[in-house]
Nanobody
């Protein structure tokens, strides 16, 4: 089964940039949808960005124009805001495509990393 390990989180001042990474292993199928989610204390987990096996990307409105997900599964975050502070998780769905309408839904994914903290002050 797919195993995911995030890295690269940390603290940054508002307006700064940060990249976070997701190392994926344990899959052989080329069909792999990847997503980044975040969860702040007391809030529900929300989808931030996703990329399907064809390289098509999707973003939450709150991060459009600031965040970029790459085929290597990394998430580049620019012009960070204090509201971006959260634990960030990468997620994967192997062997199937996720419909575009569900690609930012946590329920569509079946493999999760342990998370990496991003703090913006």
């Amino acid at each position: 089964h797919v195993q995911l390990v995030e890295s690269g989180g940390g603290s940054v001042q508002a307006g700064g940039s940060l990249s976070i990474f997701c190392a994926a292993s344990g899959y052989t199928d080329k069909t792999l949808c990847m997503g980044w989610f975040r969860q702040a204390p007391g809030k529900e987990r929300e989808g931030v960005a996703a990329i399907d096996s064809d390289g098509s990307t999707s973003y939450a409105d709150s991060v459009k124009g600031r965040f970029t997900i790459s085929p290597d599964k990394s998430l580049q975050m620019d012009n960070l805001k204090p509201s971006d502070t959260a634990m960030y998780y990468c997620a994967a769905a192997a062997g199937r495509e996720i419909p575009a309408a569900q690609i930012l839904s946590a329920k569509a994914y079946d493999a999760w990393g342990q998370g990496t903290q991003v703090t913006v002050s």
